[in-house]
């Protein structure tokens, strides 16, 4: 979840209304609780052993993710450890 800046400028103009700047920056707040919230509770990223790969370098310990393809093909959660591996959540051997 990328969170926008906090841009510190006039929050409304002279008439009340939102500055662009603070338009914007709600807007962007929005539409990533729509995206990373349900109904249900938090929504976990999903992604594929390949992109998992990939991306791993770059994620801070304490991740936590769906791999899509674990489990073969059920679906697994997986965090991110110190050591830079990921470990399953629940094990379900």
Request: glycine share 6%; hydrophobic share 40%.
């Amino acid at each position: 979840m990328i969170v926008p800046n906090f841009v510190n400028q006039q929050v409304v103009d002279k008439n009340g209304n939102w500055t662009d700047a603070w338009a914007s920056i709600i807007s962007q707040l929005l539409l990533l609780l729509q995206q990373s919230l349900s109904d249900e509770g938090f929504v976990i990223p999903s992604q594929s052993n390949s992109n998992l790969s990939n991306i791993s370098q770059n994620l801070q310990p304490g991740t936590i993710l769906f791999n899509t393809e674990a489990q073969n093909g059920l679906g697994q959660l997986f965090i991110r450890l110190n050591d830079g591996s990921f470990h399953p959540i629940l094990q379900t051997n």
